[in-house]
């Protein structure tokens, strides 16, 4: 996971950062004479012509003959001049924005919606335009301040384990939902797996009833991890399956029911109108969102689609495992603006970890 984002935004600090006479030996010199890149050209090759996009050129400064003459070398680049003049950068809105075409594309290109990547930018471009910034610190203080966007973007998960044993309610329940396929069967079976070998007491209700063999897929699961599984016949009423597997817990005292259900499309509304019956029915204490990582700008629209509908509490990102841009999370996050809880990391039942937004940051290397 993040492996492209990562390497993507690694590229554009360097950039930014990066002084001509470091890139020299890596470009020929009839290539730098003959390259006049314009904004937009050039920031368009992504991570692949840096030697045009740091040239005193791209700001702006056609490489005049005396410079040339002179030093019998390239013209230095903004920064490199500047740098030399006083060991302090100050970069202009304009010279911001000869980068910001190129930002944004990368973040695009890895699943960040575009009211997400335009959000960070404004916020980087506020952050370090017109600001001295110390010689040789640029990268640092670019990926500091993304850094800090992006945990700002990302609210703090809550603890579940804590939630489930403090919660005066008892049982404590937690209804899933989510698009078909998206991995909320698989991880009911962690998020179970995970409470169990935590000493609390779980029932499973099998309310999807729509689903061919979805019954007995999650009957598997309870099987294997040693939990009862509440359900009724194929084509009955989900609400009903949840409200008996409630009824179940209590005179059971199990703690905690996880509510398994049939996955819809956030644009069928009489399915959503469904879930949002389940849910009043069955008044849970958490409502998860189960989204695919890879599924990249699908997942935010359906996230806030099934956030205004049936809101959620907290969302679960299945197939995080083989899921390589990372931008999903970010995106989810920031438009419903609740917690990503866990990850899912892969179809056994360990495969789950509780999101941890300096993991993220770290895997994104900010
Ligand atoms: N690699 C990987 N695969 C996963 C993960 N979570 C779920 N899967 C796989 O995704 C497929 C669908 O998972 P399910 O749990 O059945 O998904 P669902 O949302 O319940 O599907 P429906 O009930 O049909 O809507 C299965 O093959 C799972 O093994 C994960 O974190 N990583
Ligand atoms: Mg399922």
Known sequence: MFKFLKEKLKQWTEKV?????????????????????????????????????????IFGHEPKLEDRENEKELPKSFFQRIKEKTGKIKISEDEFDRYRDELELLLLENNVAFEVSDRIIKELKSRIVGRELLKNGIEGEIKNALGDIISEILVKPFDLLERVIESEKKPFVILFFGINGSGKTTSIA?????????????????????????????????????????????????????????????????????????????????????????????SPDLKIFVGESITGNDATEQARIFNESIGIDGLILAKSDIDEKGGTA?????????????????????DIEPFDKNKFLDKLGL
């Open 190 to 282: 962690k998020i179970a797996e995970f409470l169990k070998s935590r000493k609390i007491k779980c029932v499973l209700a099998a309310a999807d009833t729509f689903r061919a063999a979805s019954i007995e897929q999650l009957k598997e699961h309870g099987e294997n991890i040693g939990i009862p599984v509440i359900a009724h016949e194929y084509g009955s009423d989900p609400a009903s399956v949840g409200f008996d597997a409630i009824n179940y817990a209590k005179k059971n005292r199990a703690d905690c029911v996880l509510i398994d259900t049939a996955g819809r499309m956030h644009t069928e509304k009489n399915l959503i109108k469904e879930m949002e019956k389940i849910s009043k029915v069955c």
């Open 330 to 350: 970010l995106s989810v996050g920031f438009v419903t603006k609740k917690p990503i809880l866990f990850l899912g990391t892969g179809q056994k039942y360990s």
């Open 17 to 57: 950062a990066k002084s001509p006479k470091e890139e020299k030996s890596e470009t020929k010199p009839e290539e730098k004479i003959s390259k006049k890149p314009k904004k937009g050209i050039a920031l368009k090759q992504l991570g692949t012509d840096l030697d045009a996009a740091l040239r005193g050129e």
